[in-house]
């Protein structure tokens, strides 16, 4: 029986059982059910499907997968000819020991999102630095080269965020988390890349003195995931022209609300998380990919109203 719904969530016992297509994609987590990442990506094929046939038997499909059953199930993938696989939360990093082969940028940030089909197994990569990099640039103009960052978290989204800075020649870099082991274990790879002298690690009860008059802070910790979570900062501490991204783009969170309410630019993380998207959706197919039309499918699945970007 061939598996055209989509929108559904499937399981590895699924897999044997069903025929999901000529080049299935997918993405794989746990909980996976709320991913908009088969909407972004099968309004994609779509818009693609309509200029160039061979994408007519492509289709991106959603998998709940749970971290014990990962070894398991990315075999099982690869042998049902899954062309590409997205990971997401709580995979990106147990991944990295299960594939044949991580990209450069994967191997620094120490996470891999995306995975790409090869005869003898999957190779990775990481398109979150590179989502981050294009949604500061399309949302706040901001460019990381030369640029001065604020970010806070130490966990993978701000690896991946610091070591794109890195990677773009960013000025400073001041990257603050509460926890100061795991704050330390990121300065260690910061600092072992060419450039990364110029990141300077704070306790993020304390932004750092003197910030110059402009900069971008970027929140990559997981506070204001929840509705009634404070501002991990101050905003009050910031110059007037600093920009603030925060990667959480559901709910509202608190930072924006309030670095808005001090006049300040703001933004959040969904053009991330659809130039991620983009990004390795490009990576599968060796085409440009519209991250227009996954932003409108992304904002649609979501319920919020459309952007026009
Ligand atoms: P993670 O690995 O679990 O890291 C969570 C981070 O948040 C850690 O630095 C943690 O600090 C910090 N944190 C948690 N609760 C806190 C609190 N009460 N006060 C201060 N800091 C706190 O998660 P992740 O994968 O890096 O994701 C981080 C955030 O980015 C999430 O909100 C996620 O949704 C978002 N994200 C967005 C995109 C996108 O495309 N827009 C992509 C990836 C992630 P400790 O080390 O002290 O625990």
């Known amino acids: 029986m061939t598996a055209y719904n989509t929108e559904k969530t499937y399981t590895l016992s699924d897999l044997g059982k069903l025929d999901f ?73 147990q991944a990295m020991d299960l594939i044949q082969a991580v990209s450069a940028d994967g191997e620094r940030m120490g996470a891999v999102n995306t995975l790409v089909w090869d005869e003898f197994g999957y190779d990775g990569f990481n398109t979150d630095g590179y989502g981050l990099k294009t949604g500061l640039k399309g949302d706040l103009g901001v460019s990381l080269k030369d ?65 110059p008059e402009a900069g971008v802070l970027i929140n990559a910790t997981s506070l204001g995931l929840k509705k009634g979570d404070p501002a991990p900062i101050d905003v009050n501490l910031l110059p007037l022209g600093w920009k603030v991204y925060d990667m959480i783009y559901n709910p509202a969170t608190k930072l924006l609300e309030e670095a808005s309410m001090r006049g300040l630019s703001v933004a959040n993380g969904l053009s991330m998380l659809v130039h991620q998207g983009a990004r390795s959706l490009e990576i599968w197919s060796h085409t440009d990919v519209s991250a227009h039309v996954m932003m409108t499918a992304a904002c649609h699945a979501l319920q919020l109203p459309p952007r026009y970007d």
């Open 147 to 211: 640029a001065t960052v604020v970010l806070l978290g130490s966990g993978g989204a701000a690896r991946a965020a610091a070591v794109q800075c890195i990677l773009e020649g960013c000025k400073r870099l001041y990257v603050g988390n509460r926890t100061p082991e795991r704050l330390q274990g990121l300065m260690e790879t910061v600092k072992g890349m060419r450039g990364g002298e110029c990141a300077t690690a704070f306790a993020i009860s304390e932004l750092p003195s003197n910030l």
């Open 21 to 93: 297509g000529g080049t299935p994609l997918a993405v794989l987590g746990h909980p996976v059910k709320h991913s908009v990442s088969p909407a972004m990506h099968n309004a994609a094929l779509q818009k693609l499907r309509a200029v160039n046939s061979r994408f007519n038997d492509w289709n991106y499909f959603r998998f709940d997968v749970e971290v014990e059953d990962l070894a398991e199930a990315l075999p099982l993938f690869h042998k049902h000819n899954f062309l590409g696989l997205n990971l997401t939360i709580p995979h990106k990093v």
